[in-house]
């Protein structure tokens, strides 16, 4: 079947202008907002967990559990959307926002480890719902401009990387000798906010067709494009959760401070989303598989930065360019799911990709963990280059293979 068989055609909705470009707005607005929660878990998971946990080696614990609840909670959410609409899903979402805010909160206040683990829980089912914001835009407008709506709400973490941290910052100290319970607290609040945003979403309910239509998923997820899109969505994926979880314990392990943990995980998020504001014109211009190919290169020498030494600096070029590297290969991947679907098989295919995305990458969290405390920061780091390959290889061989189809 040929790409443009399977290609989704724009739903009707998008072809009133009014409702496309205020949901897009929304959208990246509510990205900005959402993305907080998982800036603020992963600057404050290792650090909570390290004080609370019964074991050392437990102290990423809490980030695992953060990756196993958005891979846990993908297809419910999925689900929810394709039974009662995307909107539903996105509140069902922000309401795991407001709990995971107060449960963190008295995990801190009661000191118990496993009530702080189950807020990140919920958090992950947080995060996996606004990562759905994303196909969400690209439904709202014509397919020439889906790459464009996709990245600029993508574009709103990058306010999300600065509310994230200066929220850490400005609130870790309200209430001691309860460290970071203020901060969660807070944290609950702006879910609450983004919740409202969301309200004024204005996006259609599914049809018939697309609640029980569609191919079956075996037969979609066989084609090669759509293989490709995943394994290049998950190493993506994997090696940036696997390094950002475990670099902000790695610098205090190393005698740097919170503050600056937390402006290199700022800069971090920054050039996880500021890329965005034109990844999807790179998209159109240069095509998926080059942009996701750049953004693999950037996340190697990431890796390499990081080999360097072990000052601020090391940290902050190693997480800066890996969050530039994510960007291209996340969003780039992203795209090349948009082309392996029907539009009644949107939402479970997408749904099937964030599950493969979010499940493979709860591994790489729990072994950064173990690695980091039993054989140092340069390990975590040499091991990501595995996965690397992996995703070269197959951005190669599907290259190969449309040289190959085109000849013949």
Known sequence: MSQAETAPAAPAFAAQPQYAAGNVARLAIAQALAGANSTVVYATGAIVGNTLAPDKALATLPISIFVVGMAA????????????????????????GVLVGLLAALAVVLGSFWLFCAATFFGGAYAAVVLSFRFAAADCVPAAKRPRALSLVMAGGVFAGVIGPQLVTHTMDLWLPHLFAATFLAQAGVAALCALILIGVRLPMPTAEEIDGGRPLAVIARQPRFVIAVICGVVSYLLMNFLMTAAPLAMRLCGLSQEAANLGLQWHVIAMYAPSFFTGRLITRFGAPRVVAAGLALTGVAAFA????QDVAHFWWSLILLGLGWNFSFVGASSLVLECHRPEERTRVQSLNDFVVFGTMA???????????????????????????LAVAALVGGAASRRSAART
């Open 306 to 309: 990081g080999l360097l030494g």
């Open 363 to 389: 591994l790489g969290s729990f072994a950064s963990g173990g690695l980091l405390t039993a054989y140092g920061w340069d390990t975590v780091l040499w091991v990501s280059f595995g996965p690397l390959a």
């Open 73 to 96: 909670c993908t297809l419910p959410a999925g689900a929810i959307a394709r039974r009662h609409g995307r909107r539903a899903a996105f509140l069902a979402g922000t309401g795991c």
